[in-house]
T-cell receptor, first 113, second 112 residues
């Protein structure tokens, strides 16, 4: 799986948009970008994923650059409960050992009142 | 949907004892994963199953660790004998074709 690079930590004001960047310059054509988050003492939670088009769901939006070498997760109106470690992961959906999900260190997002 | 259910939530045991962690995946999910999380190493994949068959156990640290999935609704991770360095939070996750994994709440293991 392609390696990802994320900032170690970020701050965001409550009610503002949180934009979390991720670099994945070695991503290959069949690899998806996945985002998970882990709130303290809980299991990781799936947020969103995409291949090349931008995606939006009830939790967040995912913007992938045209060359697919980077992406941004957007939480449109951050709340205190969004404070968590956010993981950007790239992997293939083609099956076999590619179903492994490898977590890096992620970005600690702190939402401040 | 009760989600992925893990038990126990907390386990404290003495070094050398056998420890068994349990996981019930979401009904209908055909993949099951065991992860371990520590401050030093983060989240590590230990082993995963597809349709109850182990597919990749390359993350299992050593022979003291074993995992089984006797049926589609139950899996165990066993450590025998346990050591203090096994202290960690152990997560189970399941998925089926489609979106992401669903993780359980984890078992916090402390070996003293």
């Amino acid at each position: 799986d392609a390696k990802t690079t994320q900032p170690t930590s970020m701050d965001c004001a409550e009610g503002r948009a949180a934009n979390l960047p991720c670099n994945h310059s070695t991503i290959s054509g069949n690899e998806y970008v996945y985002w998970y988050r882990q709130i303290h003492s809980q299991g990781p939670q799936y947020i969103i994923h995409g291949l090349k088009n931008n995606e939006t769901n009830e939790m967040a939006s995912l913007i992938i650059t045209e060359d697919r070498k980077s992406s941004t997760l957007i939480l449109p109106h951050a709340t205190l409960r969004d404070t968590a470690v956010y993981y950007c992961i790239v992997r293939s959906n083609s099956g076999g050992s590619n179903y492994k999900l490898t977590f890096g260190k992620g970005t600690l997002l702190t939402v401040n009142p | 949907d009760a989600g992925v259910i893990q038990s126990p939530r907390h386990e404290v045991t003495e070094m050398g004892q056998e420890v068994t962690l349990r996981c019930k995946p979401i009904s209908g999910h055909d993949y099951l994963f065991w992860y371990r999380q520590t401050m030093m190493r983060g989240l590590e994949l230990l082993i995963y199953f597809n349709n109850n068959v182990p597919i990749d156990d390359s993350g299992m640290p050593e022979d003291r660790f074993s995992a089984k999935m006797p049926n589609a609704s139950f899996s165990t991770l066993k450590i025998q004998p346990s050591e203090p360095r096994d202290s960690a939070v152990y997560f189970c996750a399941s998925r089926t074709g489609g979106n992401g994994y669903t993780f359980g709440s984890g078992t916090r293991l402390t070996v003293v």
